[in-house]
């Protein structure tokens, strides 16, 4: 198993440019979900979704959009990038009825 | 509001000695606790879990202890090495339908030779 993979690692934008951040799993997981991670601050849930076809708001969802068609696939899209959008993002995972979350590599996001 | 908070921000102990990580919670209705370590540059990675009708659990150098009383948990790492250097998250899960884990903000910890 691959686990949860994300692409790109790093990703530089100017203000205004939209992007999307790819995440797959391959474990057959339901729930996938994305956080961002600042300075000092702990991991911040932004969208998650229970499965295909399902998405729902995190914490901070402003800014972000996610669709999930296939259990596989959870891209996190930026329409319009604003420099406060600058962080460390990471996909993660899990069975629905488990508790123990399994985390990408992460991409690292600068918004100039 | 409710939050999850560790004690200290860094923590620097010596090869071969025993670290001890602390995390405070304070919501009441968690019922489940996770330890990830984060190397620079990579995702959190799972160490450990306690589910809240357990006071310990070990594992492989590590032990995590659960205090409910006090809203109180902490990792155990036992000989460190220098590879335990990173930042450790602590985790909190409350019981019910919308399960959303919430992270404290991490502690450094640094292994000295």
């Known amino acids: 198993n691959a686990g949860v993979t994300q692409t790109p690692k790093f990703q530089v934008l100017k203000t205004g440019q939209s992007m999307t951040l790819q995440c797959a799993q391959d474990m057959n997981h339901e729930y996938m979900s994305w956080y961002r991670q600042d300075p000092g601050m702990g991991l911040r849930l932004i969208h998650y979704s229970v499965g295909a076809g399902i998405t729902d708001q995190g914490e901070v969802p402003n800014g972000y959009n996610v669709s999930r068609s296939t259990t596989e696939d959870f891209p996190l899209r930026l329409l319009s990038a604003a420099p406060s959008q600058t962080s460390v993002y990471f996909c993660a995972s899990r069975k629905l009825r488990a508790d123990t979350q399994y985390f990408g590599p992460g991409t690292r996001l600068t918004v100039l | ?113």
């Not at chain 2, 990675?45 to 009708?53: E, K, L």
């Not at chain 2, 032990?63 to 450790?88: M, R």
Request: a neutral charge; proline letters at 4%; one cysteine or more.
């Open chain 2, 1 to 113: 509001g409710e939050s999850v908070g560790l004690h200290l921000p860094t923590l620097s102990v010596q090869e071969g000695d025993n670290s001890i990580i602390n995390c405070a919670y304070s919501n009441s209705a968690s019922d489940y606790f996770i330890w990830y370590k984060q190397e620079s540059g990579k995702g959190p990675q799972f160490i450990i879990d306690i589910r809240s009708n357990m006071d310990k659990r070990q594992g492989q150098r590590v032990t995590v202890l659960l205090n409910k009383t006090v809203k109180h948990l902490s990792l155990q790492i036992a000989a460190t090495q220098p590879g335990d250097s990173a930042v450790y998250f602590c985790a909190d899960l409350p019981s019910g339908s919308a399960r959303q884990l919430t992270f404290g903000s991490g502690t450094q910890l640094t292994v000295l030779p």
